[in-house]
Nanobody
Framework: EVQLQASGGGLVQAGGSLRLSCTAS????????IAWFRQGPGKEREGVSAITTSDLKAYYKDSVKGRSTISIDRAKTTVYLQIDNLTPEDTAVYYCSAETTAGRDPMITVATMFRVPDAITSWGQGTLVTVSS
């Protein structure tokens, strides 16, 4: 059973940074796409960033591009998302999700995750990020 544990959220002042963690268990970590989504107050869920474990390719949506870094610690089966220069617009519950890329094109898998998040079956529980102005 795929299990994802998200952590690292908290209260931070605008301009600060946070590093979110998504620890995975219950599946072979080698061929998966791990994607972060967020849902702010009164907003729809949106994709933020993703990484594919087979080739370590990173993907960033425009909302965080240039000020975020996604990375993997294979030994800890953990994906990290660091976001710098936070603004109140980044306030949201952040969720990590996973989809297998076995037998699939990793890039297409990520694109599909962002386009149809409701089709993703494995989600972490969410971690709240609050950015004060």
């Amino acid at each position: 059973e795929v299990q994802l544990q998200a952590s690292g959220g908290g209260l931070v002042q605008a301009g600060g940074s946070l590093r979110l963690s998504c620890t995975a268990s219950g599946f072979i970590f080698d061929k998966y796409a791990i994607a972060w989504f967020r849902q702010g107050p009164g907003k729809e869920r949106e994709g933020v960033s993703a990484i594919t474990t087979s080739d370590l390719k990173a993907y960033y949506k425009d909302s965080v591009k240039g000020r975020s870094t996604i990375s993997i610690d294979r030994a800890k089966t953990t994906v990290y998302l660091q976001i710098d220069n936070l603004t109140p617009e980044d306030t949201a519950v952040y969720y990590c999700s996973a989809e297998t890329t076995a037998g699939r094109d990793p890039m297409i898998t990520v694109a599909t995750m962002f386009r149809v998040p409701d089709a993703i079956t494995s989600w972490g529980q969410g971690t709240l990020v609050t950015v004060s102005s």
